[in-house]
């Protein structure tokens, strides 16, 4: 399949390209590289290169999910089957110092990736989501079911994300969405 990673030059979208790789996909990689390095990338080829053609799976363009013209250009010139949506910006304490970052990074970044893959017809998507979104909790273990409360802009951001995904299926039930709700991701590949 052909899938694009969007911060896909992060620690987790790092991880993420090394499994899909390995897996056979072809993978394109999004990043304004504001919370990443382009060395990362040089490490997923490092780690792959001995199983594939790193330089025919692996495709990286520098730019903003909020600027439509990379992505046009990436839905145009390949026929993207899934989306594994993990860029956006990623302090709870920056973004309570700046929330309108947060908004316009992470919310108006997703409306603007959804709408082009809309367009695009890729209608299957793999959202980054946070814990943060349950607030804090007297009832522990933490379960899906658990009341979204978050008390922080960085929450709120996930929250509204989830809200516009569920939007978009409400409206048309071909999109395929999962949510996935990180806690703390930690570690290193093996490697």
């Not at 929250?159 to 939007?167: A, G, R, V």
Request: hydrophobic content about 40%; overall charge positive.
């Amino acid at each position: 399949m052909n899938i694009l990673v969007t911060g896909g030059a992060g620690f987790i979208g790092s991880h993420v390209c090394v499994k899909l790789l390995l897996l056979g996909h072809k993978v394109l990689v999004i990043d304004n590289l504001s919370n990443s390095h382009l060395s990362s990338l040089k490490s997923i080829s490092e780690i792959v290169k001995t199983n594939l053609d790193i330089d025919r799976n692996l495709n990286f363009y520098h730019g903003d999910i909020r600027d439509q013209n990379p992505l046009k250009e990436i839905f145009s010139k390949n026929s993207i089957d899934v989306v594994i949506h993990l860029a956006g910006l990623k302090s709870v304490k920056e973004s309570v110092e700046h929330p309108k970052k947060y908004y316009s990074n992470n919310v108006n970044g997703s409306i603007n990736l959804f709408s082009l893959m809309r367009k695009f017809n890729c209608k299957t998507v793999i959202f980054s989501s946070s814990a943060t979104v349950y607030g804090p909790s007297n009832k522990m273990p933490v379960n899906e079911k658990a009341e979204l409360s978050p008390i922080n802009p960085y929450g709120e951001n996930k929250k509204n994300i989830k809200y516009i995904l569920l939007d978009l299926y409400n409206v048309d039930k071909s999109w395929k969405i999962a949510i996935l709700r990180f806690f703390n991701p930690i570690g290193a590949h093996e490697s």
